[in-house]
């Protein structure tokens, strides 16, 4: 199948070209925030792959990185609201400053379960850093420190984000304004 298929009907939302400013922008701020302090940067698997590396080489400190895969949604275009580890962090992180970075809070609730489980590992302080929010969809609150972008209730694809685990390689993020199309 060619990608055509797939993009079908696809509106650009955010070009690439903002998000590129925009992770040099939050890149700096994050420089700042933690000038100092011992930062371990974890990336929530798999979306996050493109924001995080462009995000971190904006970030002038010697942060050590790590990845957590989390699931919540599958193959659906909605959360299931089950919150399922997939596969943990390699390093201790007691007394760290954790900086999640994730491609998009939606309901909060897998955000909220990471922020209890860095706790629970002993982390200094947790903060969040989300290329997309969907503050409409929240069930439970959450705060991003580092934010990107708001966005509406759209189903959104690409810059790593995915329909079905494909649209990953978009170098922009969009959406279909009628929903997803079937695919034969």
């Not at 080489?57 to 990185?65: A, E, K, S, T, V």
């Not at 193959?75 to 596969?87: D, E, F, Q």
């Not at 943990?88 to 939606?106: G, R």
Request: glycine share 10%; hydrophobic share 40%; with cysteine.
């Amino acid at each position: 199948m060619i990608l055509e298929t797939y993009t079908k009907g696809l509106q650009t939302l955010i070009a690439e070209e903002e998000i590129k400013t925009r992770c040099e922008i939050l890149g700096k701020e994050i420089t700042e925030h933690y000038k100092g302090k011992d930062l371990v940067v974890i990336g929530f698997l798999k979306g996050v792959f493109p924001f995080f590396a462009d995000l971190v080489r904006h970030i002038g400190l010697p942060i050590r990185c790590d990845f957590i895969g989390v699931s919540s949604y599958g193959s659906r275009t909605a959360t299931s609201g089950v919150v399922r580890l997939t596969s943990d962090i390699t390093q201790p992180v007691n007394n760290c400053e954790i900086l999640i970075v994730e491609d998009i809070v939606d309901t909060g609730l897998t955000m909220k379960y990471l922020l209890d489980t860095m706790k629970m590992k002993g982390a200094a302080s947790v903060e969040i850093c989300s290329l997309l929010s969907k503050p409409s969809r929240r069930k439970v609150p959450v705060t991003i420190h580092f934010p990107g972008f708001e966005v509406d209730d759209h189903f959104v694809v690409g810059y790593g984000m995915d329909w079905g685990e494909r649209l990953r390689n978009l170098r922009y993020i969009g959406y279909y304004p009628e929903g997803p199309p079937e695919l034969e």
